[in-house]
């Protein structure tokens, strides 16, 4: 038993360092690098439970080393990008030394820190209200306050799921987080294909934007600094934004 889940788990590693050749692969893979620190943790207890137990394989044990090692990629990487994060930074932003954002210091001096993963991100509490409204969609966005008062930044957040999926409500946790360290946040919900084909999302994000510039003074929100944010499908959303802005 212990030799088919530890090769398994060989197979499912091997996915944080090759292409996965299918779309069910893919979203395997990511979840394998994003939670590869929980892989790795039953990895480890399943070599160490083989050993205690008598039941040694030197070809289960080779598989489970291998594995362990291709599970800790995606940390060893993210602990080398951290150390130099903070120059790259300081160096893409010059221009924005005079901006103050609450803890700054403390993250950006410390981008990477292993304690970190095991910890949560205190909740931030939001406010759900309709940015727009067509004929046949009404479209709504998640309002995250910033915990610092006064005028302040604001990210316009879009979700992922390849243009056809997801909602506003994907990774909270982030949303929280930017609250925390001194931006609003605006996840918004936009209309999703096969129904709408593109511009539509390009259309929604941009309506987004000019609900919340018509609401600045109601949000708190400094009307000069705005940020659009996206994963994935969303990325690709907010670029084209930024670039058909007028």
Known sequence: FHLIVLTLFFLTALLIVFKAPTSELWLLAVITSEYSMIFAGLTSLLLLTNFYAGSFSLVGTILGLIALVLFLLPIINAYFIGQKLPSDLEKAFQQMKHVTIKND?????RPFNIFKLLQTIPKVSFR??????????TLTLD??????????????????????SGNNKQLPELNSHLAQAGYHCA???????????????????TA??????QHANELNIDQNNFVLLGRSAGGQIAVLTAYTLH
């Open 187 to 205: 996840a918004i919900n936009y209309r999703l294909a096969p129904r709408w084909k593109c511009p539509a999302p390009i259309e929604d994000t």
């Open 143 to 164: 309002f995250y306050g910033s915990v610092v008062t006064g005028k302040r930044p604001c990210v316009i957040v879009t979700h992922g799921g390849s243009w056809t």
């Open 105 to 109: 210091q403390k993250l950006i001096n």
């Open 128 to 137: 759900t209200l309709t940015y727009v409204t067509y004929d046949d969609a």
């Open 208 to 213: 987004a934007l000019t609900y919340l510039r």
